[in-house]
């Protein structure tokens, strides 16, 4: 058997900066994610850990991690990444990295929230367990920008979903969340001048345009709390849960 790579690569030319994706059937029937890269191709599968194996038995090497920390909670005893396992939990990292990539630029916005979320929960236990401060600012100077892919993906989701405001909604709930990442580093000053910012300003002013949209039923509500005028309050709380969004 061929053991180049030659028939996955042809008709599929490198393109410098731009995140080329596909999926492809394998030969034993299942389905397997695809992406170009410089000299090659990476192969991922669709769910659960990118590279299909379960570290230590577990789904992923998240999940292992956080069944280590019960262990030692469980007997008392104080628990912190080993310098193996900052190792294992970078290559996750990576592999969940990529993958989200891939979803973005494939559309399947729903995944890519699901792979953001895993990042993200990841990143919040390496900087409750973490080893040193230079381990966790490794990971946390990219916490801004997984949250910006989550919200342009939330927000895409909800364009699909033909609910405009719930779009406009997730980008305002991103930004605040960015803006909490920008606040701890004593940075929000700067928070405007991002270039990650600028463009989910520019998708919320479109959004806003394309569909007439001036304020949505949260932020009237936030402005009705602010004013303490609780019975318009209570109307816009009901109309929130009429939509499943409270």
């Known amino acids: 058997m061929s053991q180049d790579i030659d028939r996955a690569l042809w008709g599929w030319e490198y393109k410098p900066g731009i995140v080329q994706a596909r999926l492809v059937d394998a030969s ?12 090659g191709v990476l ?20 999940d292992y991690l956080r069944h280590q920390a ?47 979320d895993h990042t993200l929960a990841f990143m919040d236990f390496v900087r409750q367990y973490s080893p040193s401060e ?14 910006f892919h989550r919200t342009q993906a939330a927000a895409a989701l909800a364009l699909e979903k033909d609910d405009p405001e719930r779009a406009l909604d997730e980008i305002d709930q991103g930004l605040e969340k960015i803006r909490a990442f920008f606040a701890e580093h004593g940075l929000e000053e700067r928070m405007e001048e991002d270039g990650m910012v600028r463009q989910l300003r ?45």
């Open 28 to 39: 034993d029937g299942r389905q397997v994610l695809q992406m170009r890269v410089d000299l």
């Open 43 to 62: 192969q991922m599968e669709l769910s659960g850990r990118p590279d299909g194996t379960r570290p230590h038995g577990f789904p992923t090497y998240l």
């Open 70 to 116: 019960d262990l030692c909670q469980r007997a008392e005893r104080a628990f912190k990444l080993t310098e193996e396992q900052c190792v294992e939990a970078d290559r996750e990292f990576v592999q969940y990295y990529h993958r989200r990539l891939c979803w973005l630029a494939l559309r399947n916005f729903q995944r890519a929230i699901a792979d953001a």
């Open 202 to 246: 520019r998708i919320d002013r479109d959004i806003r345009q394309l569909h007439g949209i001036e304020t949505t039923l949260r932020e009237r509500l936030a402005i009705a709390v602010a004013n303490e005028d609780y019975e318009t309050a209570a109307r816009l709380r009901d109309a929130l849960r009429r939509r499943g969004q409270q």
């Open 134 to 147: 230079e381990y966790t600012l490794s990971h946390e100077q990219y916490r801004g920008f997984v949250l």
